[in-house]
């Protein structure tokens, strides 16, 4: 009994069952955002609302629209980042030894968290650019916030701002955060609640900002409300690392189509990161 609801909450990280929604609205009316979001999406997925010309989920029309934009793998962008850094002062943590020593902590948990942002990437930006303030949104077991944490220790300096909410249903504010050691908590601030009730308010105490990791709400309307606002309270210079933007065509939309800039998409564990620098 106890094996088979494991199996059925580890099988669903993302796709909650209606009462569960339902359950979480009720007691969280502020989320009215949110739930309008889920239910167009959904009226969307099954051609009960028109999609705008880009916003298209799924693998074929993923293609569609990422076919012609050039990419670049991790480490071979990792390789040529420079930037003035001095390469050889930057010692490189060994992510994979912690992703195996904290994986013991998740695996207690009777469901899966989301998977890690990429470590490295956020590890050696934070380093290279001496930032101080950096801000990240969608936490889960905090493998971003471990990389981030732990480059603004070695820096001796800087602050993170972080914001999540538990999986809807699942999860609880406990688990937010559970492989960052005590000791790297001093610089993090962390802020517990729905994009649309926390963001704003995070960006207004944070910025301006050196670099902001968007790891949360991925739908088309999720990230098309956050990136403008995101944007907008990034220092001149700063960096924005968007994850999976693969999923829908927003980051084009919103850094090429409209803000007409350039940014690099690096493939990395099949998906695809933007990076984009404010300038
Ligand atoms: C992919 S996980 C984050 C992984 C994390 N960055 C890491 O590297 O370990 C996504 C997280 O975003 C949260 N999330 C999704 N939509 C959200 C929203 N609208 N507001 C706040 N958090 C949200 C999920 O609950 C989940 O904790």
Redesign the pocket.
Known sequence: MQEKRRDRLVSAPRTYSRIQLMRYFLRNPREFG?MVGITTNFLRKRGILFRSRREKVGPQSQSLFWQDYPTVPLQEWLKNFDHGCNKSSLAMPNFDIYKAENQKRLDILSYQ?????S?ELLYTLCINQRVRTVA??????????LAILMALEELGRGTLWS??????GL?SRRD?GL?VPPELKKNWKLMI????R?LKRMLRRASPIDLF?Y????SYE?RTWAYPLIWESLKQGGWLIS?DVQDNSAFLDYFVDKLGLEPTVIDFENKKIGVVQKN
Do not use: F, T
């Open positions: 949110l968290m989301g998977g890690a942002g470590m990240e949104s969608g936490v889960a077991a905090g493998w971003s916030s914001n999540d909410r538990p999986y809807i999860g937010i492989v609640g729905s994009d649309h926390n990791h790891d949360s709400d991925k999720g994850d």
